[in-house]
């Protein structure tokens, strides 16, 4: 596997925060309950009452979850 580029993943929760986070990527942005950006992640956000099944997957630019790329060439 080469070195691939990911998408922002911004992954909710019960608390505020993450205005930095859009400020080092260029965006001016308030505190929000996305505070966290879970970069290489090939894990799951357990958040119950969300309605996004993968969220917490990281994403490469082509929108495959990185999680399935590393399955397929360990």
């Known amino acids: 596997m080469r070195a ?3 998408l922002p ?3 909710y929760r ?3 925060g993450g205005a930095l986070i859009g400020k080092l990527r260029g965006k001016p942005e308030e505190d929000d309950f996305f505070p966290e950006d879970w970069i290489g992640s090939v894990t799951l956000a357990r958040n ?3 309605d ?3 969220e917490g997957l990281s994403r490469l630019a ?3 979850p990185l999680r399935d790329a590393v399955e397929a060439d360990p």
């Open 9 to 11: 993943n911004r992954v």
């Open 4 to 6: 691939e580029r990911l």
């Open 48 to 50: 119950p009452g969300r």
């Open 14 to 16: 019960f608390y505020r």
């Open 52 to 54: 996004d099944p993968e």
């Open 62 to 64: 082509d929108g495959r």
